[in-house]
C-alpha cells in the first residue's frame, strides 16, 4: 500500500504550467447546481469544465457560485462554429474566470456534434497568441493532432464516442495511434459512459479522462461520481504497473518436475497418495 501511496502521490498531471494530482475532469454542463459541490468532492476532481453561458442563469443563479473556490476553472468555448467565435468567447471567459486555461470546443455541425477538426486547430493557434493555455477537444485523427500541438495545445482531448452517447471507446484505435505519435497529454473526452470504460480508457496510458453525462444521468449523481474516480485511478495504477500481455493458455503452477510415472492415475489415487 505504501509502494502504491508513493506512486500515486508523485503521478503529476501537467498542463502547461499547471499541475495536478487528479485525473479526472469533472464536466458540469447537465448537473443541477446544487449536486456540483457534492459531486466533486466524491469525485476528488481538481479541474471543473464551466461553459460561459452557465455562468448565470437568468440572473437567479451563478454557477460559480457552487464550484469551490480550491477547484480549477476549465472554462470552454461550447456554442462556438469557428475559431473566430471561439477566440471571442474564451476572452470572455478569462475576464470571468481569470484563467488561461481553455477548453476549445468548435462544433459547426448540429446533427452529429462532432467537433471541428479544421476550425479548432486555427483557434488553438488564436488562443496560444493570446497567452491561453488550450486543451483541444477533436475527433481522433493524427494529422490535425499535429496541426494542434504545433499551433501551442496544452493537450489533446480525443472523443471516445459521439458526445452524450456513453458508448464508451468507440475510437480506441485511433486514440492508440495518437498516445504513440503525440507527445502531449492525451485527455478523452465525451462518450465514457461506466467507471469500467473510463478504467479501461486509463489503461491505455490515456493521461485524464473528462466525463460529465454519465455522472449527470446516474440515480445516485455523488455515488457515481466516486465510482469514476475509483475506475480512472485503478486504470492508472493498472497502466503504471505494466499490463500482462496477451497470450497462449499457460499454467499457473509449474508442471515440468512432474513425470508420467508419478502422476497419479486417478483423483482417488491421489488422495489416497
Same mark, same amino acid.
Given at each position: 500500500?505504501?509502494?502504491?501511496?508513493?506512486?500515486? %502521490?508523485?503521478?503529476?498531471?501537467?498542463?502547461?504550467?499547471?499541475?495536478? %494530482?487528479?485525473?479526472?475532469?469533472?464536466?458540469?454542463?447537465?448537473?443541477?447546481?446544487?449536486?456540483?459541490?457534492?459531486? &466533486?468532492?466524491?469525485?476528488?476532481?481538481?479541474?471543473?469544465?464551466?461553459?460561459?453561458?452557465?455562468?448565470?442563469? =437568468? =440572473?437567479?443563479?451563478?454557477?460559480?457560485?457552487?464550484?469551490?473556490?480550491?477547484? $480549477?476553472?476549465?472554462?470552454?468555448?461550447?456554442?462556438?462554429?469557428?475559431?473566430?467565435?471561439?477566440?471571442?468567447?474564451?476572452?470572455?471567459?478569462?475576464?470571468?474566470?481569470?484563467?488561461?486555461?481553455?477548453?476549445?470546443?468548435?462544433?459547426?455541425?448540429?446533427?452529429?456534434?462532432?467537433?471541428?477538426?479544421?476550425? %479548432?486547430?486555427?483557434?488553438?493557434?488564436?488562443?496560444?497568441?493570446?497567452?491561453?493555455?488550450?486543451?483541444?477537444?477533436?475527433?481522433?485523427?493524427?494529422?490535425?493532432?499535429?496541426?494542434?500541438?504545433?499551433?501551442?495545445?496544452?493537450?489533446?482531448?480525443?472523443?471516445?464516442?459521439?458526445?452524450?452517447?456513453?458508448?464508451?471507446?468507440?475510437?480506441?484505435?485511433?486514440?492508440? &495511434?495518437?498516445?504513440?505519435?503525440?507527445?502531449?497529454?492525451?485527455?478523452?473526452?465525451?462518450?465514457?459512459?461506466?467507471?469500467?470504460?473510463?478504467?479501461?480508457?486509463?489503461?491505455? =496510458?490515456?493521461?485524464?479522462?473528462?466525463?460529465? $453525462?454519465? &455522472?449527470?444521468?446516474?440515480?445516485?449523481?455523488?455515488?457515481?461520481?466516486?465510482?469514476?474516480?475509483?475506475?480512472?485511478?485503478?486504470?492508472?495504477?493498472?497502466?503504471?504497473? =505494466?499490463?500482462?500481455?496477451?497470450?497462449?493458455?499457460?499454467?499457473?503452477?509449474?508442471?515440468?518436475?512432474?513425470?508420467?510415472?508419478?502422476?497419479? %492415475?486417478?483423483?482417488?489415487?491421489?488422495?489416497?497418495?
Amino acid at each position: 500500500m505504501r509502494q502504491a501511496d508513493s506512486t500515486k %502521490s508523485s503521478d503529476i498531471l501537467r498542463l502547461g504550467k499547471y499541475s495536478f %494530482s487528479s485525473r479526472f475532469i469533472l464536466g458540469s454542463g447537465k448537473y443541477s447546481l446544487h449536486l456540483i459541490d457534492s459531486a &466533486i468532492k466524491q469525485a476528488k476532481a481538481q479541474i471543473i469544465t464551466l461553459a460561459l453561458r452557465r455562468t448565470n442563469r =437568468g =440572473g437567479l443563479e451563478n454557477i460559480l457560485d457552487f464550484i469551490p473556490p480550491n477547484i $480549477t476553472l476549465l472554462p470552454n468555448t461550447s456554442g462556438a462554429r469557428n475559431a473566430k467565435e471561439a477566440l471571442r468567447i474564451a476572452l470572455l471567459a478569462r475576464e470571468i474566470c481569470q484563467s488561461d486555461l481553455v477548453k476549445v470546443e468548435v462544433i459547426s455541425d448540429s446533427k452529429y456534434l462532432l467537433p471541428d477538426n479544421y476550425e %479548432s486547430a486555427k483557434a488553438t493557434e488564436m488562443l496560444a497568441k493570446e497567452g491561453f493555455t488550450p486543451l483541444v477537444y477533436m475527433y481522433p485523427e493524427l494529422y490535425a493532432a499535429r496541426d494542434m500541438a504545433n499551433a501551442g495545445a496544452c493537450a489533446i482531448m480525443p472523443l471516445g464516442a459521439p458526445i452524450g452517447t456513453n458508448k464508451g471507446l468507440q475510437t480506441k484505435a485511433f486514440i492508440e &495511434i495518437l498516445l504513440r505519435e503525440i507527445d502531449l497529454p492525451i485527455i478523452v473526452d465525451a462518450g465514457i459512459g461506466s467507471p469500467a470504460q473510463a478504467c479501461e480508457a486509463m489503461q491505455m =496510458g490515456v493521461s485524464a479522462i473528462m466525463a460529465n $453525462t454519465a &455522472i449527470a444521468n446516474a440515480k445516485d449523481i455523488t455515488q457515481m461520481a466516486h465510482a469514476f474516480r475509483l475506475g480512472i485511478e485503478a486504470g492508472r495504477l493498472a497502466y503504471l504497473a =505494466g499490463l500482462a500481455q496477451e497470450s497462449t493458455p499457460t499454467p499457473s503452477s509449474p508442471i515440468e518436475d512432474i513425470s508420467p510415472a508419478s502422476k497419479p %492415475s486417478s483423483l482417488t489415487s491421489f488422495l489416497q497418495d
